[in-house]
């Protein structure tokens, strides 16, 4: 009697558990099939292991005076540099006093980042006394680099020391038996005694979002013109709007698509005699170069369009051609006081009397063909 079907495929089942455990067994036995440890050809005997912290150096970079991280809840701030192009964005050697310029150039000269990451790590001092930060303890715990920091005070007995909150970094380049760790944790004392967890890895951005700045682009109304502006002096040449008015962009400048610069005002409305203050920021990951900080109009709204409330002789008019650079998250500052002489500064004059009106800022310091412009009201 032939078998039926269950009975074949019990049969064949039965086959294949033998020739699984005849070749489970090969592999157990070492012979040609397996590494004798139960793991087939080719299979690595060791588990990889985790980067560990090889080496430490650190190095004193600067003391500053502000710094737009700090609030009274935070006790420091860290960087973490993974390159030369995010190396070349964070630190400034030729920003330092000389004595510690060569110092810092021959600390990063000695960076490789296929070993190595550096870290930009500040701390807060209640007085000008604290100029370094220490920082040691580093490991590699959970796929992260750990350590601590603190900011120190470094006068001695007989120093008097002055009432300022200060900001002192250093820089501290991490190497690794293994692949560098970009995201770190580290337990930061400022120079109260106070002490937090301060985390940041190799993508944070540098620069802040254009959103989240401080300030306006311009008020949301529109605005009624005044009469054109007119002069009774007959030498008096107005100042002219070097960008043309199709390629002003306000509040954000764009590159190829991408904000390079944004231009933000404290306040859309003023009263003569009121300063109007004015920031220009690199909002990039990168350094950016722009013209001088005098390239500007300060424009009236008008029948005939936007005037410059300044002029003066055509030899006023030329400005120097020099490239400035701005690293992530810096620029320009201006404090304009809302009264003749200060508006006319020492190469203009201004003519008429400034009046009331849709005022416009607009830098055309930037690299390209427009400006970046902001507007307020002066009542």
Known sequence: MAPDRRTTLRVAGAGLVGALAGCLNGLGNGDENGNGDGTPNGTPDETPTEPSVKDTEIQQYRLDSSAEWYDESTTGHVVVIDSEQRQEAVVRPHELPESRREAVGSFLDGVDYEESVVLLVAAVGPNTCYTEVDAGGFAVEDEALVGEASAVDTSGDDEGCGQAVTFPSALVRVTFDGEPVTDTSLDITDGWGETATVTAGADDPLSPDPADLPGYVRPDDEADPVAPLSCDDDSFERHPQWAEEADVQYGDFETDGEPTFALRVAETSYERGDTVEIS????????????????????????????????????????????????????????????????????????????????????????????????????
């Open 280 to 379: 220009l920021t690199n909002v990039t990951d990168r350094e950016v170069s722009t013209g001088n900080r005098r390239k500007f109009n300060l424009q009236v709204y008008t029948e005939d369009g936007w005037q410059d409330v300044r002029g003066g002789s055509e030899s006023s008019f030329g400005y120097t051609d020099v490239a400035i650079g701005h690293a992530p998250s810096e620029g320009f500052e201006w404090r304009i006081e809302l009264i003749e002489d200060a508006v006319a500064g020492d190469r203009f004059e201004v003519c008429p009397d400034l009046s009331a009106g849709r005022y416009r800022f607009a830098y055309f310091g930037v690299i390209g063909d427009g400006a970046v412009a902001v507007a307020f009201d002066v009542v």
